[in-house]
């Protein structure tokens, strides 16, 4: 087979055991093509600040650790670092194809220094959007175009989320752009481990999980919702709490028994987690171009979802769109009795409900597989 012949590197801001939604997509990705019999390489260059220990391999997939350069407080030298570091494996090591996976820009901007004067093919992987973040302000905006602009130029292809389409239409570097959608429905399972949540039968258990982001969700929406709902439920939410902590230990004095707050939990345990419980709460962004992946998750799952609306139309509301066990709830409406009655008649309704069959969601979200990602990828590697 010629893909034997294929030797790939991929750039990332971190790998396995990091259990971020991008990282997870990553690791899945670079499993995928390692098992379709490339050879895999991936350097975690960490310029987040998130620090992990790494072994030399996980699933076949090869780790290039960090010894390679110091550790360094100013950030400025550790860019530097990380620059010869990326020239130096290059340099060692001859690859069909590098792709830099960007949560954050940096790791696509470090990549294009790295790869200014060496002749290889580019693939930058883009989960969120950097130049057209709706939270950054004009005077960013414009010079994070350029920057884009100036890394981009360079790439061969690059692979961006279907969310950005409407940002890029006019971008000098359009017509290298392929579209995808998150890669994340594939059959949720039940494994062998306990479930780290012992969820009492005698109630409706609803679930939030992921991290809570500051600005870009109304935490406050859910716990107010939940309030107010007389059937006998309990919502636990689990992920980090970032900056609503002080928040979220109003509402847990406030909700009493019928909210607990419950820490990160590793993958495995969030797909027990998920087939366990009896609802699961999904909080849409406040953007067009941001999708939390955890509502594909969900899909993914054929579990009943209740999700909120930030803003009308959101990402999650339109993937939901042909989802047939969901109700869809936009925070800014008043919680009359009325739309608190459809609520609780969902929620009752779902308890003990048979889930949807994998078969018929991979029919209807054939598009957002870690198959339709990697056929895409597959034909870059493959063109001359």
């Known amino acids: 087979m010629e893909n034997l012949r294929k030797r790939l590197l991929f750039i990332t801001d971190t790998y396995y055991p990091d259990s971020s939604a991008t990282t997870s ?30 072994s030399d391999k996980h699933n076949k997939v090869n780790i290039i650790k960090l010894k390679d350069y110091p550790r360094q407080n ?93 940002d890029y239409k006019n971008a000098s570097f359009k017509e290298k752009i392929i579209y995808f959608h998150l890669p994340c429905i594939r059959q949720i399972k039940k494994t062998n481990d306990k479930c780290p949540i012992n969820f009492d039968p005698k109630f409706i258990n609803c679930v939030f ?45 406030k909700l009493q028994d019928k909210y607990i707050c419950h820490e990160r939990i590793s993958q495995n345990d969030a797909h027990n ?27 993914a799952s054929g579990k009943p979802i209740l999700h909120i609306e930030k803003i009308k139309d959101c990402c999650g509301t339109k993937y939901l769109q042909d989802y047939q066990n969901k109700i869809c709830v936009y925070q800014n409406d008043e919680l009359t009795d009325e739309k608190i009655h459809k609520i609780e008649k969902f929620i009752k309704e779902s308890k003990n409900k048979e889930r949807i069959p994998f078969d018929y ?16 990828i597959i034909k870059e590697i493959e063109s001359k």
């Open 25 to 54: 997509i990553t690791v899945r990705t670079a499993e995928a093509l390692t098992n379709l019999g490339y050879t895999v390489d991936v350097f975690p260059i960490e310029i987040s600040g998130k620090s992990f220990s790494y």
């Open 74 to 166: 100013i950030c400025f030298e550790k860019c530097r670092n990380v620059i010869y570091s990326i020239g130096k494996i290059l340099d060692t090591t001859k690859y069909d194809c590098v792709f830099s996976v960007a949560e954050a820009f940096e790791v696509n901007l470090l990549t294009f220094e790295a790869l200014k004067d060496r002749k290889c093919k580019w693939i930058p992987i883009s989960f969120d959007p950097y130049a057209y973040n709706p939270h950054i302000s004009m005077e960013q905006k414009k010079e994070f175009i350029k920057l884009e602009e100036q890394a981009f130029n360079r790439s061969n292809k690059i692979l961006f989320l279907k969310e950005f389409e409407e």
């Open 209 to 253: 999980l992921g991290d809570f982001y500051l600005g870009v969700e109304n935490t406050d929406f859910i716990f107010r919702l939940f309030e107010k709902i007389s059937l006998p439920v309990k919502l636990y939410t689990i992920g980090k709490l970032g900056d609503y902590e002080n928040t979220i230990n109003l509402w847990k004095e």
């Open 273 to 299: 987690v998920m087939l366990n419980a009896d609802v699961l709460v999904s909080m849409g962004h406040d953007s067009t171009n941001m999708c939390p992946s955890k509502v594909i998750d969900f899909i």
């Open 361 to 376: 969601i991979l029919s209807e979200y054939s598009d957002f597989t870690m198959e339709s990602l990697v056929k895409k």
